[in-house]
């Protein structure tokens, strides 16, 4: 069965330090990953997707299918980082299965 | 463009009472979702549709749950009765649905549901 895991439900870092939200999978075809994001107040919105391979905020992400992991990146974390973080699997028929979301603090 | 609506915003009501609610996608999005978000939890996928037809509901409890998209654009959300389990944060969200493409989904800012 499809599956998202999200091992931290909370993570702290200061400002400048780099940060690593981690994000496992399990699917036996070929997925497609994504990173959304909800600020405090705001909509869920899109973060990245790993088909895209950009950067966006100064976040990455990179499909390993190895580990089947998604982990998202940023190598110096800001204040306004701070929000809730859901990596999500895609599959076709555009049917998509959240993990249960990383509360990240960026700690000034 | 504008975004994805939803009405209520809030709504509670005392379980075994009936709720709706309401979504307008983003024009033109053919794939319109609704999802159950419980605190502390990442959204569940109810139902699915693509256009006026249902892709996925293998997750919607249908002796309780309903949902309907009636002429393929608006959508609403059914609970009757409601049970306390049920409250939640429910989210409608919209994709272009295009074929042999996982999409980008847009997101409504939730209907906040509290049975008591």
């Known amino acids: 069965a499809q599956r998202v895991t999200q091992p931290e439900k909370l993570l702290s870092v200061f400002k400048g330090a780099p940060v690593e939200l981690k994000c496992n999978y399990s699917y036996s075809g070929s997925p497609e990953l994504f990173w959304y994001v909800q600020y405090s107040r705001q909509r869920l919105q899109l973060l990245l997707r790993h088909i895209s391979r950009e950067s966006i905020k100064g976040f990455t992400a990179d499909l390993n299918k190895g580990e089947t992991s998604f982990h998202l990146k940023k190598p110096f974390a800001q204040e306004e980082d701070s929000a809730m973080y859901y990596c999500a699997l895609g599959l076709s028929l555009n049917q998509f299965y959240f993990g249960t979301g990383t509360s990240l603090t960026v700690i000034p | 463009e504008a975004g994805v609506a939803q009405s209520p915003r809030y709504k509670i009501i005392e379980k075994r009472q009936s709720v709706a609610f309401w979504c307008n996608p983003i024009?033109?999005?053919?794939?319109l979702y609704w999802y159950q978000q419980i605190l502390g939890q990442g959204p569940k996928l109810l139902i699915q549709f693509q256009n006026n037809g249902v892709v996925d509901d293998s997750q919607l409890p249908k002796d309780r749950f309903s949902a309907e998209r009636l002429k393929g654009v608006d959508s609403t959300l059914k609970i009757q009765p409601a049970k306390l389990e049920d409250s939640a944060v429910y989210l409608c969200a919209s994709s272009l649905g295009l074929a042999g493409s996982t999409d980008t989904q847009y997101f409504g800012p939730g209907t906040r549901l509290t049975v008591l």
């Open positions: 024009s033109g999005h053919a794939t």
